[in-house]
């Protein structure tokens, strides 16, 4: 009923800059919190940010000053601008938002987009 699709993932060089972005399309009425996460290899998944619909923020401590969240309610779309990459910042990053769908229940509903890898290297 609700799908989300990540673009802007791509190779960079260490110091460089990334933008990405996810857009949920689909029977939305509302969506909740949205958030990035990350995956090496051999690695469990990580948060790295979350939004809430208000604009408040949360970031894992090893991005902080590096990368922002941010998000456009009208177009149901979250951003991750990526800056002072990192080689250790080399993953697939996910986007995940808890939507509450048209004619749903009380609860919301969490969702995955299918990943963009980014890797960092020189």
């Known amino acids: 009923q609700v799908q989300l699709v990540e673009s802007g993932g791509g190779l960079v060089q260490p110091g460089g800059s990334l933008r990405l972005s996810c857009a949920a399309s689909g029977s939305i009425f509302t969506i909740l919190s949205m958030g990035w996460y990350h995956q090496a290899p051999g690695k469990q998944r990580e948060l790295v940010a979350t939004i809430t619909p208000g604009g408040s923020t949360n970031y894992a401590d090893s991005v902080k000053g590096r990368f922002t969240i941010s998000r456009d309610n009208a177009k149901n779309t979250v951003y991750l601008q990526m800056n002072s990459l990192k080689p250790e910042d080399t993953a697939v990053y996910y986007c995940?938002?808890?939507?509450?769908?048209?004619?749903?229940?009380?609860?919301?509903?969490?969702?995955w987009g299918q990943g963009t890898q980014v890797t960092v290297s020189s």
């Open positions: 995940n938002a808890d939507v509450k769908v048209l004619g749903g229940s009380y609860y919301a509903v969490n969702y």
